[in-house]
Protein backbone atom coordinates (compact mmCIF):
# COMPACT_ATOMS: atom_id res chain seq x y z
CA UNK A 1 0.00 0.00 0.00
CA UNK A 2 3.16 2.25 0.60
CA UNK A 3 4.41 2.67 -2.32
CA UNK A 4 4.36 5.21 -5.17
CA UNK A 5 3.38 6.32 -8.52
CA UNK A 6 4.47 8.76 -10.53
CA UNK A 7 3.78 9.86 -14.37
CA UNK A 8 5.93 12.45 -15.97
CA UNK A 9 4.17 14.43 -19.06
CA UNK A 10 6.08 16.43 -20.87
CA UNK A 11 4.61 19.37 -24.15
CA UNK A 12 5.00 16.97 -27.11
CA UNK A 13 3.76 17.26 -30.75
CA UNK A 14 0.64 15.96 -32.10
CA UNK A 15 2.44 12.55 -33.89
CA UNK A 16 4.88 12.45 -30.81
CA UNK A 17 1.65 12.19 -28.99
CA UNK A 18 0.32 9.22 -30.90
CA UNK A 19 3.65 7.28 -30.36
CA UNK A 20 3.72 8.05 -27.05
CA UNK A 21 0.13 6.60 -26.53
CA UNK A 22 0.95 3.61 -28.32
CA UNK A 23 4.22 2.67 -26.99
CA UNK A 24 3.14 3.62 -23.26
CA UNK A 25 -0.21 1.49 -24.10
CA UNK A 26 2.63 -1.85 -24.68
CA UNK A 27 4.43 -0.68 -21.35
CA UNK A 28 1.74 -0.71 -19.47
CA UNK A 29 0.45 -4.30 -20.67
CA UNK A 30 4.06 -5.64 -20.19
CA UNK A 31 4.30 -3.35 -16.76
CA UNK A 32 0.75 -4.86 -15.42
CA UNK A 33 1.25 -8.76 -16.10
CA UNK A 34 4.86 -8.80 -14.97
CA UNK A 35 2.95 -7.08 -11.70
CA UNK A 36 0.07 -9.22 -11.36
CA UNK A 37 1.01 -10.82 -8.29
CA UNK A 38 1.69 -7.86 -6.55
CA UNK A 39 -1.20 -6.01 -5.53
CA UNK A 40 0.66 -3.18 -3.47
CA UNK A 41 1.79 -1.07 -6.46
CA UNK A 42 -0.85 0.74 -7.81
CA UNK A 43 -0.47 0.92 -12.10
CA UNK A 44 0.98 4.15 -13.39
CA UNK A 45 -1.73 6.31 -15.26
CA UNK A 46 -1.68 8.48 -18.06
CA UNK A 47 -2.72 11.87 -16.36
CA UNK A 48 -4.08 13.35 -19.93
CA UNK A 49 -6.96 10.76 -20.32
CA UNK A 50 -7.59 12.63 -23.70
CA UNK A 51 -9.92 15.08 -23.14
CA UNK A 52 -8.33 17.69 -24.42
CA UNK A 53 -4.74 19.41 -25.56
CA UNK A 54 -2.46 19.64 -23.22
CA UNK A 55 -2.00 23.58 -22.42
CA UNK A 56 0.49 25.34 -23.99
CA UNK A 57 2.23 26.60 -21.11
CA UNK A 58 2.92 23.92 -19.24
CA UNK A 59 5.84 22.35 -19.98
CA UNK A 60 5.89 19.35 -17.14
CA UNK A 61 3.81 17.89 -14.88
CA UNK A 62 4.18 14.60 -12.80
CA UNK A 63 1.11 13.23 -10.76
CA UNK A 64 2.66 10.37 -7.92
CA UNK A 65 -0.08 9.15 -5.56
CA UNK A 66 0.64 8.34 -2.29
CA UNK A 67 4.03 10.25 -2.04
CA UNK A 68 4.78 9.50 1.78
CA UNK A 69 3.37 5.95 1.60
CA UNK A 70 1.34 6.35 4.46
CA UNK A 71 -1.86 8.09 2.63
CA UNK A 72 -3.56 5.99 -0.21
CA UNK A 73 -5.94 8.28 -1.18
CA UNK A 74 -3.72 11.72 -2.23
CA UNK A 75 -1.52 12.73 -4.62
CA UNK A 76 0.79 15.59 -5.52
CA UNK A 77 0.96 17.05 -8.68
CA UNK A 78 4.08 18.94 -9.33
CA UNK A 79 3.81 21.78 -12.34
CA UNK A 80 6.39 23.16 -14.66
CA UNK A 81 5.07 26.33 -16.48
CA UNK A 82 6.13 28.93 -18.82
CA UNK A 83 3.89 31.54 -16.90
CA UNK A 84 3.42 32.46 -13.83
CA UNK A 85 -0.11 30.73 -12.94
CA UNK A 86 -2.35 29.83 -9.72
CA UNK A 87 -4.48 26.53 -9.60
CA UNK A 88 -8.45 25.62 -8.80
CA UNK A 89 -8.21 21.77 -8.01
CA UNK A 90 -11.39 20.02 -8.06
CA UNK A 91 -11.96 16.45 -7.32
CA UNK A 92 -14.52 14.82 -9.69
CA UNK A 93 -17.67 13.78 -7.29
CA UNK A 94 -18.91 9.99 -8.04
CA UNK A 95 -21.82 11.31 -6.56
CA UNK A 96 -22.70 14.11 -8.10
CA UNK A 97 -21.66 17.76 -7.74
CA UNK A 98 -22.24 18.06 -4.08
CA UNK A 99 -19.63 14.99 -3.92
CA UNK A 100 -16.79 16.73 -5.47
CA UNK A 101 -13.59 18.32 -3.54
CA UNK A 102 -13.05 22.03 -4.47
CA UNK A 103 -9.39 23.80 -3.47
CA UNK A 104 -8.61 27.10 -4.90
CA UNK A 105 -4.59 27.52 -3.84
CA UNK A 106 -3.05 31.24 -3.53
CA UNK A 107 0.07 30.70 -4.42
CA UNK A 108 1.73 31.78 -7.95
CA UNK A 109 4.62 30.63 -9.66
CA UNK A 110 5.83 28.44 -12.51
CA UNK A 111 7.39 25.47 -10.14
CA UNK A 112 4.40 24.48 -8.43
CA UNK A 113 3.44 21.59 -5.33
CA UNK A 114 -0.34 20.83 -6.00
CA UNK A 115 -1.50 18.02 -3.19
CA UNK A 116 -4.16 16.07 -4.07
CA UNK A 117 -6.60 14.61 -1.75
CA UNK A 118 -10.34 13.18 -1.30
CA UNK A 119 -10.00 10.85 -4.40
CA UNK A 120 -11.90 7.61 -3.87
CA UNK A 121 -10.18 4.43 -3.29
CA UNK A 122 -9.72 1.25 -5.73
CA UNK A 123 -11.14 3.64 -9.22
CA UNK A 124 -10.02 5.77 -12.13
CA UNK A 125 -10.14 9.23 -10.40
CA UNK A 126 -10.96 12.26 -12.53
CA UNK A 127 -8.88 15.64 -11.57
CA UNK A 128 -9.16 18.88 -12.89
CA UNK A 129 -6.32 21.63 -12.88
CA UNK A 130 -8.06 24.89 -13.87
CA UNK A 131 -5.48 27.89 -14.34
CA UNK A 132 -5.33 31.29 -14.08
CA UNK A 133 -2.75 34.33 -14.77
CA UNK A 134 -1.80 36.30 -11.72
CA UNK A 135 -4.58 39.10 -13.03
CA UNK A 136 -7.32 36.48 -12.61
CA UNK A 137 -7.47 35.25 -16.26
CA UNK A 138 -9.04 32.13 -17.12
CA UNK A 139 -5.96 30.09 -19.05
CA UNK A 140 -8.23 26.93 -19.20
CA UNK A 141 -8.34 23.16 -17.74
CA UNK A 142 -6.37 20.21 -17.40
CA UNK A 143 -7.42 16.64 -17.27
CA UNK A 144 -5.42 14.01 -14.96
CA UNK A 145 -6.85 10.85 -14.53
CA UNK A 146 -5.61 8.87 -11.22
CA UNK A 147 -6.13 5.34 -10.36
CA UNK A 148 -6.06 3.85 -6.58
CA UNK A 149 -6.41 1.19 -4.97
CA UNK A 150 -9.31 -0.77 -3.27
CA UNK A 151 -9.68 0.04 0.32
CA UNK A 152 -7.47 -1.72 3.00
CA UNK A 153 -9.91 -4.25 4.46
CA UNK A 154 -9.41 -3.06 7.94
CA UNK A 155 -12.01 -0.11 6.92
CA UNK A 156 -15.39 0.20 7.85
CA UNK A 157 -18.80 -0.55 6.05
CA UNK A 158 -20.66 2.75 5.77
CA UNK A 159 -24.20 3.04 6.00
CA UNK A 160 -26.38 6.55 5.31
CA UNK A 161 -29.76 6.23 7.36
CA UNK A 162 -30.22 9.82 6.32
CA UNK A 163 -28.75 12.84 5.11
CA UNK A 164 -30.39 16.32 4.39
CA UNK A 165 -27.61 17.93 2.75
CA UNK A 166 -28.64 20.88 1.76
CA UNK A 167 -29.13 21.30 5.79
CA UNK A 168 -26.37 19.25 7.08
CA UNK A 169 -22.90 21.68 7.98
CA UNK A 170 -20.06 21.73 5.42
CA UNK A 171 -17.57 19.31 4.98
CA UNK A 172 -16.50 16.05 5.72
CA UNK A 173 -16.35 13.61 8.92
CA UNK A 174 -13.38 13.00 10.06
CA UNK A 175 -13.22 9.60 12.66
CA UNK A 176 -10.21 8.72 14.98
CA UNK A 177 -11.42 4.85 14.28
CA UNK A 178 -10.18 1.46 16.30
CA UNK A 179 -11.39 -0.90 13.73
CA UNK A 180 -8.96 -3.80 12.54
CA UNK A 181 -9.30 -6.67 10.75
CA UNK A 182 -7.34 -9.14 13.07
CA UNK A 183 -4.03 -6.87 13.59
CA UNK A 184 -5.42 -4.39 15.87
CA UNK A 185 -2.46 -1.82 15.23
CA UNK A 186 -1.64 0.97 13.93
CA UNK A 187 -5.23 2.59 14.37
CA UNK A 188 -5.84 4.48 10.97
CA UNK A 189 -7.70 7.67 11.17
CA UNK A 190 -10.42 8.23 8.11
CA UNK A 191 -12.78 10.88 6.58
CA UNK A 192 -15.79 9.71 5.04
CA UNK A 193 -17.98 12.16 2.60
CA UNK A 194 -21.90 12.34 3.15
CA UNK A 195 -22.28 9.73 0.26
CA UNK A 196 -20.59 6.90 3.15
CA UNK A 197 -17.56 6.95 0.47
CA UNK A 198 -13.89 7.48 2.61
CA UNK A 199 -12.15 9.94 0.66
CA UNK A 200 -8.81 10.00 3.07
CA UNK A 201 -7.15 7.73 5.42
CA UNK A 202 -3.81 6.72 7.32
CA UNK A 203 -1.97 3.93 6.67
CA UNK A 204 1.04 3.49 9.68
CA UNK A 205 1.98 -0.31 8.78
CA UNK A 206 5.18 0.64 7.37
CA UNK A 207 6.20 3.69 9.71
CA UNK A 208 9.23 2.89 11.38
CA UNK A 209 7.65 4.55 15.05
CA UNK A 210 3.82 4.89 14.20
CA UNK A 211 3.62 0.90 12.91
CA UNK A 212 2.23 0.58 16.04
CA UNK A 213 0.01 3.34 16.62
CA UNK A 214 -2.79 3.95 19.49
CA UNK A 215 -3.75 7.24 19.66
CA UNK A 216 -6.70 6.78 22.36
CA UNK A 217 -8.90 9.81 21.93
CA UNK A 218 -7.90 10.48 18.17
CA UNK A 219 -6.67 13.06 15.83
CA UNK A 220 -7.96 16.46 15.46
CA UNK A 221 -6.96 19.63 13.20
CA UNK A 222 -4.55 22.64 14.62
CA UNK A 223 -5.17 25.83 13.97
CA UNK A 224 -2.38 25.76 11.44
CA UNK A 225 -4.05 23.20 9.66
CA UNK A 226 -2.00 20.08 10.58
CA UNK A 227 -3.51 17.17 12.06
CA UNK A 228 -1.91 15.80 15.84
CA UNK A 229 -2.63 13.65 18.29
CA UNK A 230 -0.93 11.93 21.31
CA UNK A 231 0.66 8.36 20.68
CA UNK A 232 0.69 5.49 23.05
CA UNK A 233 2.56 3.32 20.86
CA UNK A 234 1.83 0.49 22.95
CA UNK A 235 0.33 -1.94 20.26
CA UNK A 236 1.73 -4.88 19.20
CA UNK A 237 4.35 -5.17 22.39
CA UNK A 238 6.44 -1.74 21.59
CA UNK A 239 7.59 0.38 24.00
CA UNK A 240 5.19 3.01 24.92
CA UNK A 241 5.86 6.39 22.45
CA UNK A 242 4.06 9.03 24.45
CA UNK A 243 4.91 11.93 22.19
CA UNK A 244 2.81 14.62 20.42
CA UNK A 245 3.20 14.32 17.03
CA UNK A 246 2.24 17.01 14.00
CA UNK A 247 1.61 15.52 10.60
CA UNK A 248 0.38 17.08 7.39
CA UNK A 249 -2.43 14.99 4.98
CA UNK A 250 0.22 12.71 3.68
CA UNK A 251 0.98 10.82 7.18
CA UNK A 252 4.53 13.60 7.05
CA UNK A 253 5.78 13.78 10.80
CA UNK A 254 6.45 17.88 11.07
CA UNK A 255 7.10 17.78 14.85
CA UNK A 256 6.78 16.03 17.72
CA UNK A 257 6.81 16.41 21.46
CA UNK A 258 7.91 14.45 24.64
CA UNK A 259 6.73 14.22 27.93
CA UNK A 260 9.89 12.62 30.06
CA UNK A 261 8.18 11.34 32.97
CA UNK A 262 4.96 10.96 31.79
CA UNK A 263 2.53 8.35 29.75
CA UNK A 264 0.25 9.72 27.67
CA UNK A 265 -3.26 8.42 27.39
CA UNK A 266 -6.49 9.97 26.26
CA UNK A 267 -6.39 13.49 25.09
CA UNK A 268 -4.12 16.21 23.26
CA UNK A 269 -5.68 19.61 22.95
CA UNK A 270 -4.13 22.49 21.88
CA UNK A 271 -4.58 25.70 23.33
CA UNK A 272 -4.95 29.30 21.74
CA UNK A 273 -1.30 30.43 22.43
CA UNK A 274 -0.54 26.54 20.75
CA UNK A 275 0.74 24.92 24.00
CA UNK A 276 -0.42 21.86 24.14
CA UNK A 277 -2.44 20.36 27.60
CA UNK A 278 -2.87 16.66 28.19
CA UNK A 279 -4.27 14.41 30.11
CA UNK A 280 -0.92 11.87 31.37
CA UNK A 281 -0.24 9.12 33.77
CA UNK A 282 2.77 9.66 35.72
CA UNK A 283 5.27 6.71 34.97
CA UNK A 284 6.10 4.20 37.86
CA UNK A 285 3.40 5.49 40.21
CA UNK A 286 0.67 3.56 42.04
CA UNK A 287 -2.17 5.12 39.77
CA UNK A 288 -3.01 5.61 36.25
CA UNK A 289 -4.75 8.56 34.25
CA UNK A 290 -4.86 11.25 36.95
CA UNK A 291 -2.35 13.81 35.49
CA UNK A 292 -2.67 16.84 33.30
CA UNK A 293 0.61 18.99 31.96
CA UNK A 294 0.98 21.67 29.51
CA UNK A 295 3.92 21.12 26.89
CA UNK A 296 5.29 24.83 25.88
CA UNK A 297 4.74 24.05 22.34
CA UNK A 298 7.79 26.01 21.52
CA UNK A 299 10.38 24.89 23.98
CA UNK A 300 8.69 21.51 24.32
CA UNK A 301 9.29 21.68 28.09
CA UNK A 302 6.61 20.50 30.50
CA UNK A 303 5.55 24.24 31.76
CA UNK A 304 2.83 23.16 34.43
CA UNK A 305 1.04 19.81 36.17
CA UNK A 306 -1.92 19.46 37.91
CA UNK A 307 -2.00 16.51 40.02
CA UNK A 308 -5.36 15.66 40.81
CA UNK A 309 -4.46 13.35 44.15
CA UNK A 310 -3.87 16.73 45.05
CA UNK A 311 -6.99 18.83 43.82
CA UNK A 312 -9.18 15.65 44.41
CA UNK A 313 -10.36 12.71 46.78
CA UNK A 314 -8.39 10.18 45.79
CA UNK A 315 -10.21 6.94 47.35
CA UNK A 316 -13.91 8.21 46.70
CA UNK A 317 -15.95 5.31 46.06
CA UNK A 318 -19.34 6.10 44.75
CA UNK A 319 -18.42 5.26 41.22
CA UNK A 320 -15.71 3.04 41.32
CA UNK A 321 -13.88 0.74 43.62
CA UNK A 322 -11.06 1.01 41.35
CA UNK A 323 -7.82 2.07 43.03
CA UNK A 324 -5.62 2.28 40.51
CA UNK A 325 -7.87 3.87 37.62
CA UNK A 326 -9.21 5.95 40.48
CA UNK A 327 -10.55 9.34 37.92
CA UNK A 328 -9.89 8.10 35.10
CA UNK A 329 -9.64 11.71 32.79
CA UNK A 330 -11.00 11.03 29.57
CA UNK A 331 -11.17 14.67 28.29
CA UNK A 332 -10.32 17.83 29.41
CA UNK A 333 -10.93 21.75 27.51
CA UNK A 334 -9.31 25.29 27.98
CA UNK A 335 -11.52 28.22 29.56
CA UNK A 336 -9.77 31.00 28.38
CA UNK A 337 -12.11 33.63 30.13
CA UNK A 338 -10.28 32.89 33.13
CA UNK A 339 -7.67 30.63 32.46
CA UNK A 340 -8.35 27.24 33.47
CA UNK A 341 -9.02 23.81 32.54
CA UNK A 342 -12.41 21.67 32.85
CA UNK A 343 -11.09 17.72 33.06
CA UNK A 344 -13.39 14.90 32.51
CA UNK A 345 -13.04 11.84 35.28
CA UNK A 346 -15.37 9.12 34.18
CA UNK A 347 -15.74 7.97 37.60
CA UNK A 348 -15.85 10.79 39.60
CA UNK A 349 -17.76 14.06 37.37
CA UNK A 350 -16.13 16.69 36.03
CA UNK A 351 -13.57 19.58 37.20
CA UNK A 352 -12.65 23.00 37.04
CA UNK A 353 -8.98 24.23 38.29
CA UNK A 354 -7.33 27.07 38.47
CA UNK A 355 -3.76 26.96 36.66
CA UNK A 356 -1.89 26.02 40.31
CA UNK A 357 -4.67 22.95 40.47
CA UNK A 358 -7.37 25.07 42.73
CA UNK A 359 -10.66 23.52 42.23
CA UNK A 360 -13.11 25.79 40.98
CA UNK A 361 -16.59 24.01 40.78
CA UNK A 362 -17.47 20.50 40.36
CA UNK A 363 -20.29 19.18 37.98
CA UNK A 364 -21.33 16.01 39.35
CA UNK A 365 -23.90 14.38 41.67
CA UNK A 366 -24.27 15.06 45.31
CA UNK A 367 -22.97 12.15 47.24
CA UNK A 368 -19.75 11.07 49.23
CA UNK A 369 -17.07 13.93 48.43
CA UNK A 370 -15.13 14.95 51.54
CA UNK A 371 -11.25 16.01 51.54
CA UNK A 372 -9.16 16.68 48.85
CA UNK A 373 -5.43 15.65 49.09
CA UNK A 374 -4.61 19.31 50.02
CA UNK A 375 -7.00 19.20 52.83
CA UNK A 376 -9.82 21.36 51.13
CA UNK A 377 -13.19 19.75 51.72
CA UNK A 378 -14.96 19.53 48.14
CA UNK A 379 -18.36 20.11 49.22
CA UNK A 380 -18.02 23.41 48.78
CA UNK A 381 -17.42 23.45 45.10
CA UNK A 382 -20.41 21.35 43.97
CA UNK A 383 -22.79 22.71 41.69
CA UNK A 384 -26.25 23.51 42.94
CA UNK A 385 -28.73 22.43 39.99
CA UNK A 386 -31.32 24.38 38.82
CA UNK A 387 -34.93 23.61 36.85
CA UNK A 388 -36.04 24.90 33.87
CA UNK A 389 -37.66 28.20 36.22
CA UNK A 390 -34.45 28.50 37.56
CA UNK A 391 -35.10 27.12 41.21
CA UNK A 392 -32.72 25.06 42.66
CA UNK A 393 -33.56 21.25 42.97
CA UNK A 394 -33.61 20.52 46.34
CA UNK A 395 -34.73 16.93 46.17
CA UNK A 396 -32.06 14.48 47.92
CA UNK A 397 -32.75 11.74 45.58
CA UNK A 398 -31.71 13.72 42.43
CA UNK A 399 -29.27 15.49 44.47
CA UNK A 400 -27.42 12.19 45.06
CA UNK A 401 -27.69 10.43 41.69
CA UNK A 402 -30.79 8.00 42.90
CA UNK A 403 -33.39 9.90 40.57
CA UNK A 404 -33.58 12.14 37.73
CA UNK A 405 -35.44 15.08 37.61
CA UNK A 406 -37.66 16.13 34.81
CA UNK A 407 -35.18 19.49 33.77
CA UNK A 408 -32.25 17.90 34.78
CA UNK A 409 -29.86 14.91 34.89
CA UNK A 410 -26.42 14.33 36.39
CA UNK A 411 -23.64 13.28 33.38
CA UNK A 412 -22.93 9.27 34.01
CA UNK A 413 -19.34 7.73 33.16
CA UNK A 414 -19.01 11.09 30.52
CA UNK A 415 -16.84 11.84 27.84
CA UNK A 416 -15.75 14.49 25.70
CA UNK A 417 -16.19 18.05 27.69
CA UNK A 418 -16.22 21.16 25.11
CA UNK A 419 -16.36 24.61 25.66
CA UNK A 420 -18.80 26.81 23.59
CA UNK A 421 -18.52 30.52 22.69
CA UNK A 422 -21.32 31.49 24.85
CA UNK A 423 -19.26 29.72 28.24
CA UNK A 424 -21.84 26.40 27.87
CA UNK A 425 -20.50 23.50 28.72
CA UNK A 426 -21.14 20.35 26.39
CA UNK A 427 -20.67 16.78 26.66
CA UNK A 428 -21.40 13.25 26.03
CA UNK A 429 -23.11 12.13 28.59
CA UNK A 430 -22.64 8.25 28.37
CA UNK A 431 -25.13 6.63 30.96
CA UNK A 432 -23.02 3.94 32.17
CA UNK A 433 -24.69 2.41 35.44
CA UNK A 434 -27.24 5.39 35.29
CA UNK A 435 -29.13 6.23 38.96
CA UNK A 436 -27.02 3.34 40.14
CA UNK A 437 -28.72 0.78 37.99
CA UNK A 438 -27.56 -1.44 34.78
CA UNK A 439 -31.47 -1.98 33.88
CA UNK A 440 -31.58 1.86 31.78
CA UNK A 441 -29.73 2.12 28.67
CA UNK A 442 -29.66 5.55 27.33
CA UNK A 443 -27.06 7.62 26.07
CA UNK A 444 -27.26 11.43 25.50
CA UNK A 445 -25.52 14.97 24.44
CA UNK A 446 -26.04 17.38 26.98
CA UNK A 447 -25.18 21.26 27.23
CA UNK A 448 -25.28 22.84 30.59
CA UNK A 449 -24.87 26.40 31.65
CA UNK A 450 -22.51 27.51 34.96
CA UNK A 451 -22.90 30.14 36.68
CA UNK A 452 -19.49 30.22 38.97
CA UNK A 453 -20.81 32.92 41.04
CA UNK A 454 -24.05 31.54 42.10
CA UNK A 455 -22.73 27.39 41.97
CA UNK A 456 -24.99 26.41 39.52
CA UNK A 457 -26.01 24.29 36.55
CA UNK A 458 -29.12 24.43 34.78
CA UNK A 459 -29.77 21.76 31.56
CA UNK A 460 -30.54 23.85 28.54
CA UNK A 461 -30.72 21.02 25.82
CA UNK A 462 -30.65 17.17 25.48
CA UNK A 463 -30.60 14.81 22.93
CA UNK A 464 -30.91 10.86 22.80
CA UNK A 465 -32.67 9.94 25.90
CA UNK A 466 -35.58 8.99 23.69
CA UNK A 467 -33.39 7.02 21.20
CA UNK A 468 -33.06 4.38 24.61
CA UNK A 469 -30.53 1.56 23.52
CA UNK A 470 -30.41 2.11 19.92
CA UNK A 471 -27.33 4.80 20.42
CA UNK A 472 -26.47 3.58 23.80
CA UNK A 473 -22.58 3.42 24.55
CA UNK A 474 -21.05 2.64 27.66
CA UNK A 475 -17.43 4.00 26.49
CA UNK A 476 -15.36 6.13 24.70
CA UNK A 477 -18.06 8.63 21.94
CA UNK A 478 -17.67 12.15 21.41
CA UNK A 479 -20.27 15.32 20.77
CA UNK A 480 -19.79 18.50 19.22
CA UNK A 481 -21.45 21.39 18.35
CA UNK A 482 -21.48 22.82 14.73
CA UNK A 483 -22.32 26.35 15.60
CA UNK A 484 -22.89 27.86 12.41
CA UNK A 485 -25.76 25.91 11.39
CA UNK A 486 -26.43 25.42 15.04
CA UNK A 487 -26.04 21.72 14.86
CA UNK A 488 -25.00 18.77 17.27
CA UNK A 489 -22.64 15.64 16.14
CA UNK A 490 -23.18 13.41 18.23
CA UNK A 491 -21.02 10.14 17.82
CA UNK A 492 -21.96 7.30 20.31
CA UNK A 493 -18.22 5.15 19.53
CA UNK A 494 -19.34 1.66 20.60
CA UNK A 495 -22.49 0.71 20.14
CA UNK A 496 -23.87 -3.24 20.91
CA UNK A 497 -26.66 -4.76 19.39
CA UNK A 498 -27.56 -8.50 18.27
CA UNK A 499 -23.70 -9.58 18.81
CA UNK A 500 -22.66 -6.66 16.75
CA UNK A 501 -20.29 -3.77 17.39
CA UNK A 502 -20.45 -0.30 15.54
CA UNK A 503 -20.58 3.20 16.18
CA UNK A 504 -22.79 6.25 14.61
CA UNK A 505 -22.24 9.86 13.25
CA UNK A 506 -25.64 11.64 13.99
CA UNK A 507 -25.96 15.53 12.82
CA UNK A 508 -28.86 16.56 14.68
CA UNK A 509 -30.83 20.38 14.46
CA UNK A 510 -30.94 22.07 17.79
CA UNK A 511 -33.93 23.96 17.47
CA UNK A 512 -36.03 20.89 16.50
CA UNK A 513 -34.41 18.04 17.20
CA UNK A 514 -34.59 16.47 13.97
CA UNK A 515 -31.97 14.11 13.03
CA UNK A 516 -30.67 16.02 10.04
CA UNK A 517 -27.76 13.31 9.11
CA UNK A 518 -27.31 9.63 10.10
CA UNK A 519 -24.45 7.47 9.18
CA UNK A 520 -23.47 3.92 10.13
CA UNK A 521 -19.68 2.82 10.88
CA UNK A 522 -19.07 -0.98 11.59
CA UNK A 523 -15.62 -2.34 11.49
CA UNK A 524 -14.45 -5.78 10.52
CA UNK A 525 -13.40 -6.14 13.81
CA UNK A 526 -14.08 -3.65 17.11
CA UNK A 527 -11.37 -3.57 19.63
CA UNK A 528 -11.57 -5.13 22.61
CA UNK A 529 -14.67 -6.61 20.52
CA UNK A 530 -16.14 -3.47 21.33
CA UNK A 531 -14.69 0.07 20.41
CA UNK A 532 -15.69 1.30 16.60
CA UNK A 533 -14.60 4.86 17.10
CA UNK A 534 -13.59 7.21 19.95
CA UNK A 535 -13.66 11.08 18.31
CA UNK A 536 -15.06 12.53 15.02
CA UNK A 537 -15.17 16.06 14.02
CA UNK A 538 -17.14 17.62 10.84
CA UNK A 539 -14.62 19.71 8.66
CA UNK A 540 -13.30 19.73 5.41
CA UNK A 541 -10.20 17.88 3.72
CA UNK A 542 -8.37 21.02 2.78
CA UNK A 543 -8.25 22.49 6.55
CA UNK A 544 -9.94 26.26 5.59
CA UNK A 545 -13.48 25.37 5.94
CA UNK A 546 -13.57 23.81 9.40
CA UNK A 547 -16.95 23.60 11.11
CA UNK A 548 -16.78 21.86 14.09
CA UNK A 549 -16.30 23.22 17.53
Keep these: MGRQMTTMVH ?8 WARMLLSTILFLFLLSCSKDD ?58 GSEVVKAFSETGTQLS ?32 I ?59 NHPTLGTLFYDDGVERLANGNFYFGSGGNGAGAAPDNRIYEIDLFGNVLNTWEMPGYGFHHQVLEKPNGNFLLTVNKLYAATTEDYVIEIDRETKEIINEWDLHQSMQYGRTTWTTDTVDWFHANGLYYDPTDDTIVVSGRTQGIVKLTADNQVVWILGLHKGWGQAGNGQDLNQFLL ?39 GDLMLFD ?25 MTVQQQ ?83 EQATGE
Design 11 to 18: QPSLKQRV
Design 40 to 97: SMAPVQDPDPGQGEYLEFIESSTVTLNPSGYAPLSAVILLATSLEVKVTLTVEGRDGP
Design 114 to 145: IPVHGLYAGVDNMVHLAFFDTEGNDLGTQDYE
Design 147 to 205: RTLPLHPALPQITIQRAQRSSMAGGMTLVSYFGHDGTLFPQRPFIFDSYGKIRWYLDYS
Design 384 to 422: QPLDANGDAITNIAVLEGDANHPDFEWPWYQHAPKYMSN
Design 430 to 454: NGDNRNYSGDVHYSRAVRFTIDPVA
Design 461 to 543: WQYGKNSGSEIFSRIVSDVDYLETVNHVLLSPGAIQSGGAAFGKSIEVDVNTGEVIFEATITPPKAFFDLITLHRTERLSIYP
